[in-house]
Structure formats: structure tokens, C-alpha cells
């Protein structure tokens, strides 16, 4: 079946339709890992967005669900040069086309996606839809497509109930706001015990529990919406337990304490971001999924320095925060996809706790 | 950190002569290092053996030293330039060796130069197998086990302690010379003590087979601050077993997910780090199919073929980076210079897919072995990239020259299923073809797999290819056939050939439907950010991102495409200067190539590359987009002279000599008539289509006769005849290979071979100077000693040749470069070959002369005249030097092939002994050769009737320094008639000790065994040569070669003069 993507500026790619034949509006960003194609789609940031492979041969190794970053693929849809027609990987339990299917997440496959990320490049991040009407009218639907916005998008990933993952170590308050499986996995690899919390859950209901350091995750959409959650985080910041934050995490302790944000023109999304440690100078590959970044210039040096800063772009990756035992990061130590060379901060984290203790 | 201070010059190592698994990679990676430098201030000191590679221009560095890369010139250089480093990580293994041994014998220290780019320390970690082992060991990063050993008891013991199949390493070769896999005793025996022979240290790695695995490969990067990243991944799609080099590669990997790509990443980057290696490192890892399980199979701490295929295929350019760190920058201070924005401290990411097919040599050694093994045997290799794996492969096949286009190439129709069941178990060269035929018979992926154990995912993108040639052939070209075969890159010829129409047919109807190549940009970040330079390749499907417009005159270089013997580095050098005389000339430059291992194929040297086959089609893809005003194809060897008449049917002017006079040459009739004008004498000889015409030819001649193809390159097919017998074998080799073409039956006539390349701007010409050939008429030139300038012809006979030349260069309207090949017999000059373009001798006789004729000849063919540029026209005054090149074989990198040398070409390089007196300068090219004697100073001699009278003379010369001469029965019959001390051994049938015992014992250091011609060539000597040459026993299989070595040898001096080759000057000057 033919399948468009139409961008709001009005381009049209054609293609074959992937997964489910619905019609679909969301914004377009393009992610350029080669490898790691199941993470992505797991990957709860991905929520109200539609993401588009730059790596044209998508599904070689087909699905193998231990790999999954959370419980379903997130994204609104996907878009790929080519899906391959036979996986071929000894763990290998179904393909990309049956799990988009299966997820009712629509697709479209077969078209020059290196045209469509040179558009992206060029004029910023656009919205799109993904249909199989083939008598689409373009005046009709370029103003809804451009009504678009992601929105409520946390609430839509975060967990509904607490939970937690047993370990024996330190205790771990995991404030899920769309968290990758990899954040509690580091940590329970680490011998932490981490308790999961949804992400509009009261400070002081995390605070009674006691936790020896606090973890805020990643997660979708804009961080300035979520202002329910920067009340709770101010709180959470007063106190002296060590926190450590990934991604949406790190841009909400920015709010919290004071800084801005702003989205970026098309962001970072992949896994080859050099970000330098500006404490040792070492710069590390990193795994990185953000639209937004936090503005070093808005962060008072009383409350936060940069700890890290992107080689290519000199944007903000990290904070360090004066007098308190918190640094956050804008990029993802816990890897899947890409590299793992930043794992070590898990390590910090824990030698935080170690001295808080 | 900034760039080190204390660094101000640099000696740089090259990987001397061009052999199988040292080719012109280490040119590519020395010239981009050498440049690197420069830019950064630093006074460059160049020694390299090789004078075809372009490192070795006196622009590249500042001193340029072409001698033998032995540890006494290094020595010797290390005094008179002393440098206050040595790079040694960008020429290949032999630098590495090099470099060691000078740090071992404590002269580095004493001499107060430092190593950079690697330490001592960490080449003795990753090269001395068992404390590599052990470093692995302490990191936790598995290896396969094994042991080390000395000797081949202890091989045995251990093979027996963890079973059959073992895979044998030595330490210290390149391209994995002497190993194998051993699946019995016997053949452990064999493969370990050549082994063990052929390692620097005399050890080799006992270990357990992991035959089958995935083979997968990364390039790393580390700076001095500890910084790491990978540059790319490759996956070898023939799994473990098949060197690396010989394997048909993709990159990125295509059947790892995330987990097992990131746990072989993050094991490379231990490793690297572990080692402390400062600049670029390949480790290679196999990686069981069905678990996380993997062992670090090798790693090279230093650039590598792989790490230019890793530039080329990703536009990372390595050896450019590992020379900024050897500096002391870190990665974050390196801009990346493909955008301009980012840093050297990111991962490429591809967003395209590339095959490396290897160019393996059978169709030279007919009588080769092709089975693949863990020795390389490849040549070279071509590189291509689509958006999708079928094209890419599909690009690759025919970018090989090797009369393939497709999956069908290669006939296997008329085998039964049995057989093709029976061809799928063999590992040689034709693998995916047999494969493409099982798919075609349906034979199922899993039995394919289990005998191949190639991936699945791979099989099924053959079968994706059958299935197009099966729709093709069955049903109506639509539209969306054509379009989707064109997606997965079926040539149109090939579309023609299977819908029953013509490629010209296909070609419209493509037009007709709006189906066009389109070209993106390879820019290393899959277009996450805006890049400058312009690399391309072409995909069908897309939209089109390069730009066409004209900004100022276009002129296309076509260049040489993969290495073979008989097309090697030369025509790169000649390429790149043409395009850089271009570029001065104020014109934009456009190269289309697909070898990765070369220069041209930079990102930097032209305007604009297009990677691309260098097929009639894919080059007017190029074309149609870019409108040039002209191509120049006389500096790209056969491949571009192929293209010509392709280029002019597209409207494209021929630049330069025009292809009516290149073909006048090549025409036998057109070519006998402008001799004959010309008054100038040739060797008698007819043009003949069938075996009884040439049987009457030879007869009319009277043997010897010369019989070869026309259109060929590098002598291929060319024997000589001394019967009716031969010519009935000849012709049906020749027959094999070159059909369609008439062949050429000459009288062999004995003499001295001259050769000249000039350059004739139509109406003048400049000769730079004659070059003679030790070895008399009847070797390829090609294999033949050189030596510039001419000793043993009069001044007359210079005259003449320079008047010969000056009448054919003007007959054949010459704007540009011509090759002439003479004989001289009885101070008769003849003339054997005339080649209207560029030739291997160019490079050479540009260096020792000081005259840049590639970029004369290029000045030319856009219009100046030898006066203009400031040369007085004719034979240039002879250099103060003589120079003298010398022919390098890998004759025992190929199991079964014949080393004695005739009209066909065998060499795979060469190297330039140049000193001020012949003697040292022919010493000098010995050694560069790798010929290093005297060793244990025995040597046995077996000639054929013919030499027998100049043996004696040999012989006795050789007696006189001291040898101890062995011959066999007839030979030393005549030795000693003639008070020549031989002592006769035992033929090969007759009983121990015999000749062959007496190698084997690896106790002689020569031997002289000059065949009979023809088909009275004994099958014992091609055994005695073939087991001296797997021995590492020198052989000389001509009586001249052996002369001019006992030359050599007889007017040894202690100590070498050095000439820096950058002051050489031609006496007319510059």
C-alpha cells in the first residue's frame, strides 16, 4: 500500500506504507544511530514525535524484545529507507513490520530519508503526517498539520503506580518521566534497590521513603510544561540527598533552580555527540535523544556550573551544582542505544551516595 | 593539548615496495600524514624504497631519501638528517619492524630520537603474540586459545592438547604471510615451520579454529589525553577464515543489533586504550553466530589497509588524524575537515552502505591455487556505495574489471545440484556466484548457510539479486521493474541482456520513465550537519544533492580503478598530478575512481570525486550531470584508455593525444603503416585469428616467435613460442581470455630492451631520458631490472632512439605521453611497443630525473608547448646519478603460481636503488628488494642449455666471493669443465639428499634456475622454484638478473651514500 509523508512546509515524499495503515500527525525528528533501531522505538522520549531512520537498513537483526527500553514502542510513527524483508540475528523473535503492526503504530518505508533529514536540517524541526489517502488535499490538512503540538506527553509515559526493583545496596528514588530501562538496570547492576515513582508523585512522599540519592530521568516533550513537577523538584533540591538527573531530568532541575530552556533547532538524536568533561578535559561519545537544552548563559554560577558541553555545538550537556550534592546531564549515560563510555557516571552517583552516607 | 614543541622534525617511514598485503594504502595514508605535517610546520624527512608512490614527491616532504628501508640506511639517515622523531605507524608492518628493531638495538635512545604516534612498549603488546595474550588476559578480553611456540614439537603438543582444526600465526609478517589453518598433523607439520621461517622472531601462535564465526572489524581512534572513539565497523561477510584482505567486506555491520555492535565497541576501546596507542588502531574480533561470545582475533597499532578502507568509506580521514595526534593534538582540537564544523572526537555515521570486494590475481597464476585462506592474495580492491546493500554489491562486481557485471557472471548453469552442493563447500574467489547458482536451483538459505556459514541476511540479498534477474527475464519491463532493478543497481547492459533488448534500448526507456541516477554526498554525519566536500556516489531513487553548475572549465580524470599485477600505484601517481596540473591551470577537477586504497580516491585531491565503477554507464552518469569540457584518459592506465570511445559516443572531448592515434597504436595494420612511413624497422610479424594461422606465421618467421593478444595489459597471455606444440597452448590460453580480439605472432628477436617515456606537445618532444633493461628481450618490461640512465648502448644508437621517438610521437599527433619500447640487436634499433599514454616507468623517471613530466605532459594537452614551459625539446642531459629500479614479487603469497619470468608480468612492485656509481646503485636495489646477501653463502644453479656458456662465468664469480655452488647434473658437468667447483646434487625423482631436501634444510641463500621456454619447461623446476620461494630462498630465474646480482656483490662497499632525492635536478634545471 502507498503511504505519503506530508511536512507542514508542504513537501510530499511517497512511499509504502510500514505497520498500521492509520493516519497520523506529529512531529518529525530524525535520530541517525545505525544500530539500535528497537531502543529508539522504546524509548518513552519519543512520545508525539515521529522519527525517522538516517541509517537507510532498518530491521537487519529483527526484534528481540529483551531489548526493549520500556514496555511499547512510543514514537507516532516511524520512517525508514528500507526495512529488511528477512532478520537475520540468533535472538531474533519478530520483525519490525509485525511489531509496528502489532502496536497499531503507523509507518512509511521506501523513501529518500536523507532528503527528508536535510529538510529538517535546514529549516528546523517540523511536524508531518504519515497517511495511506492517496486523495489527501493539501489546503486541508497543512493547517492541521501545523496545529500540532506535543503535549501532556510525560503523564502519557510515566508509570502509573510505584514499584519497585529489589537490590541490596543504596536505596534509588527513580522519578520516572518517561525512564528508559537502562537507568534502573545501571543502577540495580550496581547493587541499588530503585523504587520507581510516576512522575507527578509529591516530594514529600519520595522523601518519606528515605531514598540515599534520588534519580530524575529522561522523557518527552517540552520541559517548560511540565510545571507541576518543577514545584516538586524545587523541594527536592532543598534537601541534601545526592541527585543525579538524565536528559528532560537535567533540563527540570535547570528550571527548578532558577535557568531556562529553549528548543533547538532540530537537536541531537544518535549516538556519536562528543561531550568534554570540563573537569578533566576527557570527552566522551554519547548516546543522545533531546529537542531542548538548557541555556548555560541563564544559569546563575552560584547555583549551577556546566559540567560538560557538547564538542561539535558548545551546548550545554551537563550542570554541576554549587554546594549541593546534584549534577544532571543532558545526554544518556545508560547508553541503549549507543555508547556506553559514560557509564562511569553511574559510578559517581554512587560514590555521592557513598559520602552522603 | 596543544601540539607538542619539541617536535620539529620528523622522520617518516614508508612501506617500501608494493606486495600482496602492503600495497598503495600506506601511500594513500603516508601522503595525507605527510601533508598533515607540513601544515603544521614540521620539516618532513621521507625514506621509502617505492619511487611509484606520490609520498615519495618532492612536495610531499622536505627530504625525500628513496632507499632501502633496512635498519642500516634508517640508521645511516638517522645521522646525517637527525630528526628528533620517527613516525612509523603509517608505513604498514615494515615500518613497524623497522622502527622495533631500531629502538631494540638501543640506536633510537643514543641518538636522542623519539618514537611518536606509538611507544616501543605498545608495539611489542599488540605484535608479540604472548604479551598480547597476556594483555588481553589482564583486561578480560577474550582470545581464542592458543599458545606460542618456537618449534614444531611444542605445535604438535598443543594442537593435540585442544584438537584439530589449529589456526597458525607467525609474529611479525604482513598479510598474515605463512599461516593456515591445519586440520591434521601433517598439515600442521608443513604450514608451522614455513611459519616459523617466515616470523622476524621465529615464533608462531598455535590457536583454536574459529573458523565460521563472524568475522567483524573496527577502527579506532586514541589521542595522548586518553580520548577514544571509533571511526567504523565492518562485518566481513565471508566469516573467519578468509583474511580480511581477501574477504568481500560491508560497512557498516549489518547483523549485529545494538547490543553485540556496543560490546565489541566498548572491547575495542578498552583495548586501545589498554595499549595506549596514540592515533589509529584496527582490532579485529570474531564473534560466534549464535551468542555474545567473541575473541579479539588481531590487533594493528598503526593505519592499515582496513583503516583506508574505514577513511574512504566513512570521509574520516585516519592517517590525517593519527599525524595531528602524533603531534600531541587531542581529538577535540582537530576540526573534522569534511564539515568544517564538527571535531576529529565524533563517530562517522554512515547513511549508506559500502562493500570492499578483493581484486585477486588467478587470472595472472593461471595455475594458483584460489582457495581463500588466512593468507591474503588480493592485489588490491575496489569499494563501492549505494543505499542498499544489493547495489552496493552489484557496484562492487563490476568496478573489478574482471569481466563481471552481475551474479551470473560466473557460469555454474552446467553444473548438476550435486556438484554446486560440492562448489559451495570450496572457499575461493568465486563463492558468491556459486551461491547466486544454488539460490537460482533453490537450494535452501539453511543448507547454503551451514556449509558457507555466511549470514542469512547476506544469502538473502543474493537471492534478492536472482530474483530481479528471474522478473527480469520474465516479465515486461515496467516502469517499476525497471525502476526497482535500477534501486538495487542492475547495470543497464545487464537489464538488456535478460529482457531481451540492448543496453541503448534500456538506457531510453529509462529516460522515458524519468529513471535517473542520482549522487549524494558522503559527509561522515548522515547529514545531521552541512558539509563542504564534495565526495559522491550514486544511487537511483533519490533526489540528486551534487551540483552541476559551472563555475570555470571542467576537465574529468578518470582514474585507474583496483591494483592488479600489470596496472599497479603508478597510474594513481600519474592521476593525481595530472589532476593537481589541471587544478594549477585554473580548472575545476572532477576524478571518478573506485579503488580505496589510493590517493586520488582522497577527499582533497580533486574538485570533486565521484566514487564510482568505472563502467561506460556509471561514468555518464557523471557526465550527464556534470557536462565536463573534456576528459583526459591517457594517465589512468588500461581502465581509462578502455573508456574512451564510451566518452567521445557521449559527446565528451577526448583532452590530449586523440583515440584514433591511441587506437592507430594498438591496430596492428594502422600501426605497421606508420612505422613503415616513418622508415622505422619493427620485428617481422603477422596479425592472425585461429591456431592454424599462427602455426603458418611462426613458420614464415622462423622460431622463436612471440605470441600474445592484442588489447592487453601487462603482457597478459604474451608467451614465447619455440614450437607448433607451444603455439597450439599458447593460443588456447589466449583464447580464454580475450576472444573477440585478433593476435599477434612477431619474431622474437634477442637483444637489448629500451624504453622511453617522452612528452610530445604535437609538434616537439622531451625526452627525459632512456631507460635499458638488464634482463634481455623476452621479460616483460615490468619485470625487468631498469636502469637510467642507458649504460650499454652508444651515443648513436641514443640518436637514434630519440629520433624514432620524435618521428612516432609526431605520426601518432602525441599531445601529451607516449611509451616506447626498442630492442636493440646488433646495434639495429627495433621498435617492439608503442603506448600513446602514460606508462609505470613515469614516476620513475620523473623522480631521478627532476623533470615533472606528468605535469608537463598535463600543461600540454591544455595547450603549451615544451618551449613555453621552459624545455629545451629532446633527450634531456643525462642526471648525475644513475638509477636503477628493480622488480618486487609476492610469489610466495600464491600457492602454485610459476615464478619464472617471461613476456607476461608478474611483479607486484618495485623499488629504486639510486647512488652515483652503478654497482651501488644496482647493491641498493637488491636490498631494497628484500635480497640481502651473503648469508650462509651456498647456492645452487640449474640453468637451461642456452645459459650454460654465461652460467660458467656466473658460476666462477660467485665461487670467487666465496659460495659453495650445488648444481644439478648437467650443470655442474660444465661448471666443473671449466674449473668451476660444483657439486652435483640429485634431481627431484632421484633419492635423498636431493635438490629439494637441500632447501628445505633453509641452509642455501640462492638459487639460479633459468626455465626452458615453452612447453619443454620441466615440471621439476617449477617445483624446486616454487619451494624456494615458500622456503624464503631467493631465486633468480634469469641469467641477466643473476649477473647484475653477482655484480652487485662483487663491488659491495661498506657504507651507502644517501641522496635526497627532493635535490635532484635536472641538468637543463628548473
Redesign the interface.
Known amino acids: 500500500m502507498r503511504a505519503f509523508l506530508i511536512l507542514e512546509d508542504g513537501t510530499v515524499f511517497s512511499g509504502t506504507s510500514i505497520g498500521s495503515a492509520k493516519e497520523v500527525i506529529s512531529e518529525i525528528v530524525?535520530n541517525?544511530?545505525?544500530?539500535?533501531y528497537?531502543?529508539v522505538l522504546t524509548d518513552p522520549s519519543y512520545a508525539g514525535q515521529a522519527v525517522v531512520m538516517?541509517?537507510?537498513?532498518i530491521g537487519?537483526?529483527g526484534i528481540?524484545h529483551e531489548?526493549m527500553e520500556s514496555a511499547r514502542p512510543w514514537p507516532d510513527g516511524y520512517i525508514v529507507?528500507?526495512l529488511?524483508?528477512?532478520?537475520?540475528?540468533?535472538?531474533s523473535e519478530d520483525s519490525i513490520q509485525h511489531f509496528l503492526e502489532s502496536y497499531d503504530i503507523p509507518g512509511i518505508a521506501?523513501i529518500?530519508?536523507?532528503?527528508l533529514?536535510?529538510i529538517l536540517?535546514?529549516k528546523g524541526t517540523m511536524n508531518g503526517m504519515i497517511t495511506t489517502d492517496e486523495d489527501y488535499k493539501l489546503e486541508e490538512i497543512l493547517p492541521k498539520i501545523k496545529a500540532y503540538s506535543p503535549a501532556g506527553v510525560v503523564r502519557k509515559v510515566t508509570c502509573q503506580e510505584k514499584y519497585i526493583l529489589p537490590g541490596e545496596g543504596y536505596k534509588v528514588a527513580l522519578m520516572d518521566f518517561g525512564a528508559k530501562q537502562n537507568i534502573a538496570r545501571s543502577l540495580n547492576e550496581r547493587g541499588c534497590q530503585v523504587t520507581v515513582y510516576p512522575a507527578y508523585t509529591a516530594a514529600e512522599e519520595i522523601l518519606a521513603d528515605d531514598p540515599d540519592g534520588i534519580m530524575l530521568s529522561n522523557g518527552p516533550g517540552d520541559p517548560k510544561e511540565c510545571t507541576e513537577i518543577i514545584a516538586e523538584l524545587k523541594k527536592l533540591y532543598e534537601t541534601d540527598i545526592p541527585i543525579f538527573a538524565i536528559c528532560l531530568g537535567h533540563q527540570l532541575m535547570a528550571l527548578a533552580t532558577g535557568g531556562d530552556t529553549y528548543k533547538m533547532k532540530y537537536g541531537h538524536r544518535?549516538?556519536?555527540?562528543?561531550v568534554?568533561d570540563l573537569e578533566t578535559?576527557?570527552?566522551y561519545?554519547s548516546s543522545q535523544n533531546h529537542g531542548y537544552v538548557v541555556d548555560t548563559d541563564s544559569m546563575d554560577e552560584n547555583t549551577a556550573v556546566p559540567a560538560f558541553v557538547n564538542?561539535?555545538d558548545q551546548t550545554n550537556e551537563g550542570l554541576a551544582y554549587t554546594g549541593k550534592n546534584i549534577f544532571t546531564v543532558q545526554f544518556h549515560p545508560e547508553?541503549?542505544?549507543?555508547?556506553?563510555?559514560s557509564a562511569y557516571l553511574f559510578d559517581r552517583f554512587l560514590k555521592m551516595m557513598e559520602v552522603a552516607r | 593539548m596543544p601540539k607538542n614543541p619539541e617536535i620539529k622534525k620528523v622522520l617518516v617511514i614508508g612501506s617500501g615496495p608494493i606486495v600482496i598485503g602492503q600495497a598503495a594504502e600506506f601511500d594513500y595514508a603516508g601522503t595525507q600524514a605527510c601533508r598533515s605535517l607540513k601544515e603544521e610546520g614540521i620539516e618532513v624527512v621521507l625514506v621509502n624504497s617505492n619511487p611509484a608512490t606520490i609520498m615519495t614527491d618532492k612536495d610531499i616532504a622536505d627530504k625525500v631519501y628513496i632507499e632501502p628501508l633496512t635498519v642500516e640506511v634508517l640508521e645511516q639517515l638517522i645521522e646525517k638528517e637527525k630528526p628528533d622523531s620517527v613516525l612509523p605507524t603509517l608505513g604498514g608492518q615494515a615500518a613497524l619492524n623497522l622502527a622495533m628493531e631500531l629502538d631494540e638495538a638501543g640506536f633510537l635512545k643514543s641518538h636522542n630520537v623519539k618514537l611518536i604516534g606509538t611507544t616501543p612498549e605498545t608495539i611489542k603488546k599488540a605484535e608479540d603474540r604472548q604479551e598480547f595474550k597476556d594483555t588481553m588476559e589482564k583486561i578480560g578480553e577474550p582470545c581464542a586459545p592458543s599458545t606460542v611456540v618456537h618449534d614444531v614439537e611444542a605445535g604438535i603438543a598443543f594442537a593435540d592438547q585442544i584438537g584439530y582444526p589449529v589456526v597458525l600465526r607467525p609474529a611479525y609478517t604482513l598479510g598474515g604471510s605463512g599461516g593456515g589453518i591445519a586440520s591434521d598433523e601433517e598439515e600442521l607439520v608443513e604450514i608451522l615451520s614455513n611459519g616459523l621461517r617466515l616470523s622476524r622472531v621465529g615464533e608462531v601462535l598455535v590457536e583454536r579454529c574459529i573458523a565460521g564465526w563472524k568475522e567483524i572489524e573496527y577502527e579506532v581512534m586514541r589521542d595522548g589525553?586518553?580520548?577514544?572513539?571509533?571511526v567504523c565497523n565492518m562485518e566481513n561477510i565471508d566469516p573467519v577464515g578468509v583474511h580480511t584482505g581477501d574477504s568481500i567486506v560491508v560497512a557498516?555491520?549489518?547483523?549485529?543489533?545494538?547490543?553485540e555492535?556496543?560490546m565489541l565497541?566498548?572491547a575495542s576501546?578498552n583495548i586501545i586504550d589498554e595499549l595506549k596507542i596514540t592515533g589509529g588502531c584496527n582490532v579485529q574480533f570474531a564473534l560466534h553466530?549464535?551468542?555474545f561470545e567473541y575473541c579479539v582475533i588481531e590487533v594493528n597499532p598503526r593505519v592499515s589497509r582496513s583503516s583506508a578502507l574505514a577513511s574512504k568509506a566513512t570521509g574520516y580521514p585516519i592517517a590525517k588524524v593519527a599525524a595531528k595526534i602524533a603531534l600531541g593534538y587531542?581529538?577535540?582540537e582537530i576540526p573534522n575537515a569534511i564539515t568544517g564544523?564538527?571535531?576529529a572526537?565524533?563517530?562517522?555515521?554512515?547513511?549508506?552502505?559500502v562493500v570492499k570486494l578483493p581484486r585477486l590475481p588467478f587470472d595472472k597464476f593461471i595455475s594458483a591455487k584460489r582457495t581463500l585462506t588466512t593468507q591474503m592474495k588480493a592485489t588490491g580492491e575496489v569499494m563501492s556505495i549505494c543505499?542498499?546493500?544489493e547495489g552496493a554489491l552489484m557496484k562492487a562486481i563490476r568496478s573489478l574489471e574482471q569481466h563481471v557485471d552481475c551474479l551470473m557472471s560466473e557460469d555454474f548453469t552446467k553444473a548438476s545440484e550435486e556438484e554446486i552442493i560440492e562448489y559451495l563447500y570450496r572457499v575461493d574467489d568465486r563463492r558468491i556466484y556459486v551461491i547466486a547458482e544454488a539460490i537460482r536451483r533453490g537450494i535452501s538459505y539453511d543448507v547454503i548457510h551451514d556449509i558457507t556459514k555466511i549470514?542469512?541476511?547476506f544469502i538473502?540479498k543474493i537471492a534478492?539479486l536472482v530474483e530481479m534477474e528471474n522478473r527480469l527475464k520474465t516479465e515486461p519491463l515496467t516502469k517499476e521493474l525497471l525502476a526497482e532493478a535500477k534501486r538495487i543497481e542492475f547495470p543497464d547492459t545487464v537489464i538488456g541482456r535478460l529482457s531481451g533488448k540492448t543496453g541503448k534500448e534500456v538506457k531510453s526507456l529509462r529516460n522515458e520513465y524519468g529513471i535517473r541516477a542520482a549522487f549524494?554526498m558522503v559527509d561522515t554525519?548522515?547529514?545531521?550537519?552541512?558539509a563542504a566536500t564534495p565526495y559522491y556516489y550514486s544511487c537511483f531513487?533519490?533526489?540528486n544533492?551534487a551540483d552541476g553548475a559551472r563555475k570555470k572549465k571542467k576537465v574529468l580524470v578518470l582514474g585507474s580503478g583496483p591494483i592488479r599485477i600489470g596496472q599497479g600505484i603508478e597510474f594513481d601517481f600519474c592521476s593525481v598530478h595530472s589532476t593537481w596540473a589541471f587544478s594549477e591551470a585554473g580548472y575545476e577537477t572532477i576524478i571518478i575512481n573506485n579503488n580505496p586504497e589510493t590517493v586520488s580516491t582522497d577527499f582533497d585531491i580533486a574538485d570533486k570525486l565521484y566514487f564510482e565503477p568505472l563502467t561506460p554507464e556509471d561514468v555518464e552518469n557523471v557526465v550527464e550531470l556534470e557536462k565536463p569540457d573534456g576528459a583526459v584518459v591517457q594517465f589512468g592506465g588500461q581502465t581509462a584508455i578502455k573508456l574512451t570511445e564510451a566518452l567521445m559516443k557521449m559527446g565528451v572531448p577526448i583532452l590530449g593525444t586523440s583515440a584514433e592515434d591511441v587506437d592507430a597504436a594498438e591496430d596492428r595494420e594502422l600501426f605497421d603503416r606508420i612505422l613503415e612511413d616513418c622508415c622505422i624497422p619493427r620485428p617481422a610479424g603477422h596479425t592472425v585469428f585461429t591456431c592454424e594461422e599462427a602455426i603458418q606465421a611462426a613458420e614464415n618467421l622462423g622460431y622463436p616467435v612471440l605470441v600474445r593478444p592484442s588489447y592487453v595489459l601487462g603482457g597478459q597471455g604474451m608467451q614465447i613460442a619455440i614450437s607448433d606444440q607451444d603455439i597450439v597452448e599458447f593460443i588456447g590460453v589466449i583464447n580464454r581470455i580475450a576472444q573477440e580480439h585478433p593476435i599477434l605472432v612477431d619474431k622474437y628477436l634477442l637483444g637489448k630492451e629500451i624504453e622511453v617515456d617522452a612528452v610530445c606537445d604535437g609538434e616537439e618532444v622531451l625526452i627525459p631520458g632512456i631507460m635499458e633493461h638488464i634482463e634481455r628481450a623476452g621479460i616483460h618490461s615490468g619485470d625487468s631490472i631498469s636502469v637510467y640512465p642507458a649504460q650499454s648502448i652508444s651515443n648513436k644508437t641514443k640518436r637514434v632512439i630519440e629520433e624514432y621517438t620524435r618521428r612516432l610521437a609526431k605520426a601518432l599527433h602525441v599531445r601529451g605521453l607516449i611509451n616506447i619500447q626498442f630492442i636493440v640487436s646488433n646495434d639495429e634499433v627495433y621498435v617492439i611497443e608503442v603506448n600513446p599514454r602514460s606508462s609505470r616507468t613515469v614516476p620513475y623517471i620523473s623522480k631521478v630525473t627532476g623533470i615533472p613530466i606528468v605535469k608537463l605532459a598535463t600543461q600540454v594537452i591544455i595547450g603549451s608547448t615544451i618551449r613555453e614551459l621552459g624545455y629545451e625539446p629532446g633527450l634531456q642531459p643525462e642526471a648525475d646519478y644513475i638509477a636503477i629500479k628493480m622488480p618486487v614479487f609476492s610469489f610466495e603469497k600464491i600457492r602454485g603460481a610459476d615464478i619464472g619470468l617471461g613476456p607476461e608480468m608478474k611483479s607486484t612492485g618495485e623499488c629504486l636503488g639510486i647512488a652515483k656509481t652503478f654497482n651501488e646503485a644496482l647493491y641498493k636495489a637488491f636490498l631494497g628488494a628484500g635480497i640481502n646477501l651473503p648469508r650462509t653463502k651456498k647456492m645452487i644453479m640449474t640453468v637451461k642449455d642456452a645459459d650454460k656458456l654465461e652460467a660458467v662465468d656466473i658460476g666462477r664469480r660467485f665461487a670467487a666471493l666465496g659460495y659453495k655452488i650445488y648444481a644439478t647434473r648437467s650443470t655442474a658437468k660444465i661448471l666443473n669443465e671449466n674449473g668451476v667447483k660444483a657439486i652435483k646434487i640429485n634431481k627431484l625423482e632421484q633419492e635423498s639428499p636431493n635438490l629439494l631436501d637441500l632447501i628445505l634444510e633453509h641452509d642455501i641463500d640462492l638459487v639460479i634456475d633459468t626455465p626452458n621456454q615453452g612447453a619443454a619447461k620441466s615440471h621439476d623446476g617449477f617445483i624446486i622454484r616454487r619451494n624456494a620461494i615458500e622456503t624464503g630462498v631467493n631465486v633468480l630465474t634469469a641469467i641477466d638478473t643473476a649477473k647484475a646480482l653477482v655484480a652487485s656483490l662483487e663491488n659491495r662497499e661498506e657504507g651507502l651514500t644517501l641522496i635526497d632525492i627532493a635535490t635532484v635536478k635536472n641538468r637543463t634545471g628548473e
Not at chain 1, 541517525?32 to 539500535?36: D, E, H, I, P, V
Not at chain 1, 538516517?54 to 537498513?57: C, G, K, N
Not at chain 1, 547508553?335 to 563510555?341: E, I, S
Not at chain 2, 589525553?225 to 571509533?230: C, F, K, S, Y
Open positions: 530524525f541517525t544511530s545505525m544500530t539500535g528497537l531502543e538516517t541509517y537507510p537498513l537487519n537483526y528481540c531489548d529507507r528500507e529488511s524483508r528477512r532478520p537475520s540475528n540468533f535472538r521506501g529518500d530519508t536523507r532528503a533529514t536535510k536540517r535546514e544518535g549516538g556519536n555527540h562528543p568534554k578535559g576527557r570527552v561519545i564538542v561539535n547508553a541503549c542505544p549507543g555508547p556506553r563510555d | 589525553n586518553g580520548n577514544v572513539i571509533t557498516p555491520s549489518q547483523t549485529l543489533g545494538d547490543k555492535y556496543q565497541r566498548s576501546l553466530p549464535e551468542s587531542t581529538l577535540d564544523k564538527t571535531y572526537s565524533f563517530e562517522p555515521m554512515l547513511d549508506y552502505c543505499t542498499n546493500f549470514d542469512n541476511w538473502d534478492i549524494k554525519c548522515a547529514a545531521e550537519f552541512a531513487g533519490s533526489e544533492e
